[in-house]
């Protein structure tokens, strides 16, 4: 009994290790104690024309003041801010991650660090914020690209659920959350047959199929506003929490994202939403461009599911994925970018080098931006408080040392509601760690480390500690010639 009991506690702490090894070590940030006044930066509003040369002022959270250096300031509160030099830098408002599982899911091999599905195939009353682990080390690593917000998806089932949006840095879901009802989320099926050589079921099984899940969709929003109807002629008509949930959607005052690719996808979601009034943002829309004039006409924006990704038939252009978003705009439809994949946690870092891909392939610079800024808020229905930088907006911008679309650009201070982001994460401390083994083996010097330190925002490595010849373990230091 002894030795099955040892067993059973070793194999329980093997499952748990990989979950322990997945939390994020850094500190969350406390609330802004003080007025911060960043002046001499370049301020790029996203909602106007960038400012050459200005000054952002932002107290509790809240931005207060954004005008060139001449303009005065004449608040009150601002009497002794906080002031920050950024000559040189340039501010922005914080990326927005629009479609993501982010926090939903650690390790995708291990169960049980996977959190993005419910039980059931119609499960409207799940909101994804509950489930977000606000120690996922995904959180940090996202931020130093500019990454500040995301819109956390649920997935599985036709209806698995209700996306919310919260913020990278916090000590609890609640803390996190910026609105944890963001919409309604619906797995639309294919809505024709798949002939592929993959494929093993008959045209006939697979439509049998389609008109299945339809119809599991369609029966959930014709109970829902038989429900509401008979709500609001009894009172005393028991509250369904299932139903109920969908109510902001029925009435119209939240959308409802419909995930869907395909040409025939796209129009039969919008045909049926524009029948039953519903908002609607595809999420996904590879084909979108193909029905751009249906997409228009009943103002339904697309979240792109990102550039770096691989175009869907052996017909089609190469660029195809990477044109879409320089096309959707000009096509004048409304749109944002999210990283490719229905579980893109460990990618949402990328994400402004995805807008940088649209820049290459056509697309504005300053529509990429607002792309993963403004365009991605107004379709989240957070556009209020996010997104751009103007007073009365949150302040979660970012310090930037050039463009963040260009891979080479380093994020040197961000704030999120105002208060101050450590932007330190696991890979951050990978690089000094690995700086500090060839400083030792001799391949760099202590001052070149702590240069690259520096520039990462890392602990730096000790320069005055003596450099072996070789460190224990390790082949002996490249000769001198390579010491450069």
Known sequence: MTTLVRT??????????????????????????????????????????????GKVLFIDGVIRHVGGMAEPITMVEAVVPETIDGKGKRLYPGLIAPATTIGLVEISSVRATRDFAEVGGVTPE????????????????????????????????????????????????????????????????????????????????????IRKALDRIEQAFAS?????????????????????????????????????QDLEQIQSAVTWGAKRGLRMVIVGGRDALLCADLLKKHDVGVIVSGTHRLPRRADAAYDEPFTLPAEL???????????PGA???????????????????????????????????????????????????AATIFLADGDPLEITTRIEAAWIDGRAIDLSNKQTALAAKYREKYRQLGLINGSQALRNDARQGDKPAKADAPAPAHAPGEPAAAPSSLNR
Not at 19 to 48: E, F, H, M, W
């Open 343 to 393: 579980t893109s946690q460990g990618n949402d870092r990328n994400l402004p080098y995805q807008a940088a891909t649209a820049v290459a392939f056509g697309l504005e610079n300053a529509a990429a931006l607002r792309g993963v800024t403004l365009g991605a808020a107004q379709l989240l229905g957070v556009s209020d408080t996010l997104g751009s930088i103007e007073p009365g907006k």
């Open 126 to 209: 799940v909101r994804a914020a509950v489930a977000v682990n606000p120690d996922s080390w995904h959180f940090p690593v996202a931020r130093m690209t500019g990454v500040l917000t995301a819109c956390v998806f649920p997935d599985g089932g036709a209806i698995p659920g209700r996306a919310s949006v919260v913020r990278m840095d916090g000590w609890t879901w609640e803390s996190m959350a910026v609105l944890d009802d963001a919409g309604l989320v619906v797995d639309w099926p294919a809505v024709r047959p798949i002939r592929a050589w993959w494929m093993d079921r008959s045209d006939e099984e697979q439509q049998k199929e």
């Open 8 to 53: 059973i506690a070793l194999a329980a702490a093997a499952l748990a290790a990989p979950a322990s090894r997945g939390q994020d070590l850094t500190v969350k940030a406390p609330p802004q104690s003080r007025p911060v006044l960043i002046t001499n930066v370049a301020v790029y509003p996203v909602s106007g024309p960038p400012i050459a040369s």
């Open 224 to 260: 829902a506003e038989a429900y509401l109807r008979a709500r609001a002629a009894d009172a005393s008509t028991p509250t369904s929490i299932r139903l109920e949930a969908m109510r902001p959607a029925l009435e119209g005052k939240r959308p409802v994202f419909v995930r869907c």
């Open 329 to 339: 705009e000009k096509a004048g439809i409304r749109w944002a970018l999210a990283t």
